[in-house]
Structure formats: C-alpha cells, structure tokens
C-alpha cells in the first residue's frame, strides 16, 4: 500500500520561501505520477502541480514562476520549492500519486497523504 507523508510546512512572511516534502514508500516510486494540490479554508481543493513519470510537469496559472515542483527518484521523495509566497498561498498542502497515465492527464490521483500547513502573513 502506498503510503505518503508531507513535511516542510509552517509560517513564513509574504515574499519568503519555503520547500514542502513528501516521501513515498510502498511501492516503485519512479512509476508514480505525482501532484501538489492545496485547500485553503471554505475553498475547494486545487491542484497546484504535477510531475509524471517521465519528468514532464504542470502548473496551474497562479502559481507558475513562483512554485516548481521536482521529484527524487533516489530519494523516493516529491519536493514543491515555493518562492515569493504570496497571502493567497495559504493553505493546507498534500501531495497524491497515481500509478495511471490517464488518470494523471485527468488529474485524478489515487493515493492522498495528510497534509502540510502554509501560512503565510502580509
């Protein structure tokens, strides 16, 4: 069973960086389909990116040029670097895999792990 767990979150003034982790085990990492997606409070879950087996990402347009997302294979361990953090990035953050192509086209991950918390203060 896969099993994921997120580290790296916590408080940081608008402006700063933060680097969010999550580690993978349970099965072979680098078949994975990986994404970051986030909630803040009252809103509905957004994806924020995602990285396919073959390296290839994508971001959704609020966060393009400010968050990058990248995966370890050695290390079994998805990585989000987050620059210039804006109020709105606020959130509760999980990273998900799927092992499907098209369910990663879709954007319809299949494992989910608990969550990291952003804040960020203006």
């Known amino acids: 069973q896969v099993e994921l767990v997120e580290s790296g979150g916590g408080s940081v003034q608008a402006g700063g960086s933060l680097i969010l982790a999550c580690a993978f085990s349970g099965n072979t990492y680098r078949d994975y389909c990986m994404g970051w997606f986030r909630q803040a409070p009252g809103k509905g879950r957004e994806g924020v990116a995602s990285?396919?087996?073959?390296?290839?990402?994508n971001y959704a347009d609020s966060v393009k040029g400010r968050l990058t997302i990248s995966k370890d294979n050695a290390k079994d361990t998805l990585y989000l670097q987050m620059n210039n953090l804006k109020p709105e990035d606020a959130a509760m953050y999980y990273c998900?895999?799927?092992?499907?192509?098209?369910?990663?086209?879709?954007?319809?991950?299949?494992?989910w792990g608990q969550g990291t918390q952003v804040t960020v203060s203006s």
């Open positions: 990285i396919d087996s073959d390296g290839s990402t």
């Open positions: 998900a895999a799927t092992l499907s192509p098209n369910l990663c086209r879709e954007r319809k991950f299949t494992y």
